[in-house]
C-alpha cells in the first residue's frame, strides 16, 4: 500500500518532534555524566567489600567475634578484632558533637529565619558558613589547646559531683577519674559540634524561610506572638528540611576525621565515659593507613572491614533520612 | 432573609476618615463606613481596589510588614463580660495588635491550617489564650466544628493531620479555628477564592448560619456571592468607598453609575 500524501503542515510538526542528532548527543552526554557518579560510588563499595571479604575469610576473624569482642588490637602481638569500642568512639564524639550542634543550629536558625532582619540575616549567614569552610586539623588543634584545658576544671568539678553521689548510692563502686585527660573524646566531640553548626543552622534556617507566610500570618491572626508561631507553627511546617539537616550534621559527624584523630587521642576504648580518650572508625583508619603496612596482610584489611563498617552506619543514617523527610513532608 | 431591623442594631465598628498607606502609595483613602452587629457587610471591588487592604486593617495584619501606616480612626465597639460596650481604636499606635487580633478573628483566601492535628488546629487559638484543660479544650473544639460544619466529618479523625482533609474541609476548619476563640467580629478574605462551587455553597450556608452569633465582613470577588451572604455592601474602587448600603439596595438600584456599571459586569 502506497502511503498517503503528507500535508506541508504535518510535515513541520514531524520534523519538531524528532529528535534532532545534536540533541541525542547532549542526551547521551547527560547520561554519561549520571552513570559515572553512580560508577563511583559502585566502584568504592566494590573495593570496600573485595579487600573485607577475605578480612572476615581469614582463620583468626569471624564475623561474629568482630562484633562481640571488646577489643581492638589488629597491630598488636595479640591481635583482637573487635570493632566495637571504635563504634562506641565513634558514636560518643557524634552524640556530642549533636549534643552541641543540634540545639545551637536550630535555635540559630529560629532566630536568623523568624527574628533577625534582613540586613543582620545577610551578614550573620556567611560568617557562620566560614566556620565549616576552616580547615579540620586547626580544629583539632583548637580541641586540645583550649577546650580540653578550658574543661578541665568543669570536668574535675562535675566528676567529684558524680563520686561523691556514687559513694552514697553505691558505697563499693570505684570512683571516676578526675582528672580530664587532654586527649578526650568530649572536647573532640564538642569542637566537631562547632564544626557543624553551619550544616544545621544554614539548612535548617533555609527549609523554616520556604514555609508560606500565609501559615506564620494564620497564626498570628490567632493572636500568636513571634515566638509561639516560630515553635509551634514555622518549626513543624518545616520539619522535613530540619530533620533532613539534622541527617546531614549526623553523618559528617560519623565521618569526620581529622578532629578525633588529633583530639580524641587513638588508643581504642570500650567505654560509657566520654571524657577518655579513644579512637573512632576514621581515626583508626588514618592511623593505620599511614604507617607502612604491607598491601594485603591482615592487618592491612581490618581498615577496610572498619571502613565497611562506617559505611553501613552512614548508609542507615542515610535511609533514616530519606524517611525522614518522607513522614515529615508538608504539602502547604 | 432581609431584616428590615437590621438599621437598628448597634454598631459593632465603624471607620472614619480612615486611610492606609504602604510607604508612600495610598492604598485606602479616606474611607468612613459603619459595621453593624451580627451583620454580614460584603466588601467587593475590582482588583487592586483596596479592599483586602481594608480588611487587614482590621486585625492590624499590616503590622508584620515595615513601612506601612494607618491614619484616621477604625473603632471596634469592643463588648465587655458585664456587657458594658467600650470604644476602642484599632490602629492607635498604643493598641497591642495582638490584642485586636485576639478579638477578631481571620479566614484567609487560600486554607491555611497549620501542620498540626485537626483537634490541635482548632485548639490553637485556645491555647494561646490559656486555657490548658483537655476537657474544656475537647468542649469547645468540639463546639467550634459543629458551628463551622465540620463535626461530623471529622468527629472520627481529630488526632490525624489536617492537611489530609480537602481544601474545603481545611477552610471549614480555618473557619472552626477563627470561631473556637468566640471572637468578636469574623474577617473572611475571599474565603471561597481557592474552592470548588460545592464547597463554596457550603461556605456560603456556614456563613449565613453564623451572622446570627458573630459580625462578620467579607471581601469576596463575586458579585453573587456577596447578594447571597450580606447585610449591607460596601464597593469600592481605586481606594475609595463608592457606596456603602443595604445589599439589596446596592445591587437593585445603585446610587452612583459606577457602582451601577461594575454590578453589571462592565469593568472589573
Known sequence: MTQAAISPKELSVQAATRLRPIERTIEFGLLLAAIFSVFITAGIVYVLFSEAVPFFRHPDVSVWKFLTDTEWTPLFSVKHFGIMPLVVGTLWTTVIALLVAMPVGTIIAIWLSEFANAKVREIIKPVLELLSAVPTVVYGYFAITVVAPAMQPVYTWLAEAINSVLATVAPGASPIATELPLFNMLSAGIVMGIMIVPYVSSLSEDAMRSVPMLLREGSYGMGANRLTTAVRVVFPAALSGIAASYILAISRAVGETMIVAIAAGQQPNLTANPAEGGATITAYIVQVSMGDLPHGSLEYQTIFAAGITLFFMTLAFNLMGAWLRKRYRQAY | ?268
Open chain 2, 1 to 268: 432573609m432581609p431584616d428590615t431591623q437590621i438599621d437598628t442594631r448597634p454598631l459593632k465598628a465603624e471607620v472614619k476618615n480612615f486611610s492606609f498607606f504602604y510607604g508612600s502609595f495610598q492604598a485606602v483613602k479616606n474611607v468612613s463606613a459603619p459595621f453593624r452587629e451580627k451583620a454580614v457587610t460584603a466588601i467587593i471591588g475590582p482588583s487592586g481596589c483596596g479592599k483586602t487592604t481594608l480588611l487587614r486593617c482590621f486585625n492590624r495584619m499590616h503590622d508584620l510588614y515595615p513601612g506601612n501606616r494607618y491614619a484616621g480612626e477604625m473603632i471596634l465597639h469592643s463588648r465587655s463580660p458585664d456587657g458594658s460596650v467600650r470604644p476602642l481604636n484599632i490602629v492607635h499606635p498604643s493598641t497591642s495588635p495582638i490584642e485586636m487580633r485576639m478579638r477578631i478573628s481571620m479566614v484567609f483566601q487560600k486554607p491555611n491550617p497549620f501542620p498540626k492535628s485537626i483537634f490541635e488546629n482548632v485548639a490553637y487559638g485556645l491555647r494561646l489564650r490559656g486555657v490548658g484543660s483537655r476537657s474544656e479544650l475537647s468542649g469547645r473544639v468540639e463546639t467550634a466544628l459543629r458551628g463551622a460544619a465540620l463535626w461530623d466529618e471529622v468527629k472520627d479523625r481529630l488526632p490525624q493531620n489536617a492537611y489530609g482533609l480537602s481544601g474545603g474541609q481545611q477552610q471549614r476548619l480555618c473557619i472552626a479555628r477563627a470561631l473556637a476563640v468566640e471572637p468578636e467580629m469574623v474577617l473572611f478574605d475571599e474565603p471561597t477564592s481557592a474552592l470548588d462551587p460545592i464547597a463554596t455553597s457550603k461556605i456560603e450556608e456556614l456563613i449565613d448560619d453564623l451572622r446570627e452569633r458573630v459580625t462578620i465582613l467579607i471581601v469576596t470577588h463575586n458579585m453573587q456571592q456577596a447578594a447571597r451572604v450580606s447585610d449591607y455592601t460596601a464597593f469600592m474602587y481605586l481606594g475609595e468607598l463608592v457606596e456603602y448600603d443595604r445589599t439589596a439596595k446596592v445591587f437593585q438600584n445603585p446610587g452612583k453609575p459606577l457602582t451601577e456599571q461594575y454590578i453589571s459586569g462592565r469593568f472589573g
